[in-house]
């Protein structure tokens, strides 16, 4: 029995050792390819998928008129950042995708960034992109609805935030409406899973 019980202690130390040795689960609910793009940012800079590689980002998609859920999407997003840069994870981008690109200019984008203080050294709100493309990559990218009605100044988008990983796959997504501290701890420990 002393050495079923020995054998077994050794057992249950070796299993500990081993889990304390394993890195953090990386996110993988997702794995969709980010569709090559070069589109405009709020100073009128060009951002590409290829300037994105070798990095973590997250993105999402908004609007400046949007009279529901981009204001507190985009409030959570500065909180995010702001997390982010407390856990020296400046190096991470973020990318907010314009969804109504004919409204939305680099200027009324920036203003739209300083009220939520953005801190623009690395997020792009993005556009100068017809509504089509935009609909298109955000359905082949994110798998997300895009879509501006005809008669209506209020756009149709998904409200995710998404984690890019290195090569430019979604890796998954978060609620970017009902969030708290807690989710960002949990976007955060997901990057660092990522970057180790």
């Known amino acids: 029995m002393k050495k079923i019980l020995s054998i077994l202690s050794i057992l249950f ?7 304390c040795g394993q890195n953090m689960d990386k996110p993988d609910d997702y794995d969709f390819e980010v569709q090559s793009f070069t589109y405009t940012n709020q ?21 400046t008129n949007c009279e529901t859920v981009c204001p507190p999407m985009t ?4 909180s995010l950042q702001e997390n982010m840069k407390k856990e020296g994870l400046e190096n991470v981008e973020i990318v907010s995708f314009s ?22 050294s ?13 609909e298109a990559f955000a359905k ?21 935030f998404y984690l890019v990983d290195q090569e430019g796959i979604v890796r998954t997504r978060y609620d970017g409406v009902n969030r708290s501290n807690e989710d960002d701890e949990e976007v955060i420990n997901d990057i660092k899973a990522l970057q180790q």
Do not use: C, R
């Open 75 to 78: 409030n959570h997003m500065a």
């Open 140 to 160: 082949d990218s994110f798998k997300t609805i895009v879509q501006k009605p005809k008669d209506d100044d209020q756009v149709t988008h998904g409200t995710a």
């Open 99 to 120: 969804v109504d690109p004919g409204v939305d200019s680099p200027e009324v984008l920036k203003e739209f960034g300083q009220k939520f203080d953005a801190d623009f």
């Open 13 to 19: 130390v070796l299993t500990l050792l081993s889990a």
């Open 43 to 63: 100073d009128g800079e060009s951002v590409s998928l290829e300037d994105l590689k070798g990095k973590v980002w997250i993105a999402d998609f908004i609007f």
């Open 122 to 134: 690395n997020w792009h709100f993005l556009t100068g992109y017809e509504q089509s493309e935009i």
